[in-house]
């Protein structure tokens, strides 16, 4: 397993520094959410709801309670990259989680009373592409070759 050195002599997998990574991009998105400005129509933000006239980046519908879910999950992927299964659940969970985000704001519309997050087109595919990312990076940076020893790295393998 590739191994790169940071800080004091630990290292870290690809696939941790990939969870790190993603759950990094996450805390951006949740604190670029309450930026006026880089948020447009910010005095229309609502807790939340479909009604939330905020967009992030002019583009992503976000409300308070959006970005403190972007926030959130940040902080489960600074948590759980502390360790290789950590890791490999947080990229493969949450991209499944992603997708099935993907599902249910295409079902439910963006008129719907059940868009509480709330969700537009833009979020919808951005859901799937974050979603397959994810979903790729968790598996395919599982399945590198290990150690010396020559074994490949297998899901939930170590901790």
């Known amino acids: 397993m590739a191994r790169r050195a940071v800080g004091g002599g630990a290292t870290r997998t690809r696939v941790q520094l990939a969870a790190l990574v ?14 006026p400005g880089i948020t447009t129509g910010y005095g229309d933000m609502t807790f939340a709801g479909h009604h939330s006239g905020a967009r992030l980046l002019g583009l992503f519908q976000v409300s308070v309670l959006h970005n403190l879910l972007h926030l959130g999950f940040a902080v489960a992927g600074l948590a759980l990259a502390r360790r290789v299964a950590g890791a490999r659940l947080y990229l493969i969970a949450g991209g499944a989680l992603y997708l099935g985000l993907w599902i249910y704001g295409l079902a439910v519309g963006e008129e719907s009373g059940a868009n509480f997050i709330p969700l537009n087109d833009a979020d919808n ?35």
């Open 125 to 159: 595919w951005l859901h799937l592409g974050l979603g397959l990312g994810m979903l790729l990076l968790g598996l395919l940076l599982s399945a590198r070759a290990g150690g010396s020893d020559g074994r490949l790295d297998r899901p939930f393998d170590r901790p």
């Open 22 to 35: 993603v759950a990094g991009v996450f805390l951006l998105l949740g604190v670029l959410g309450f930026v």
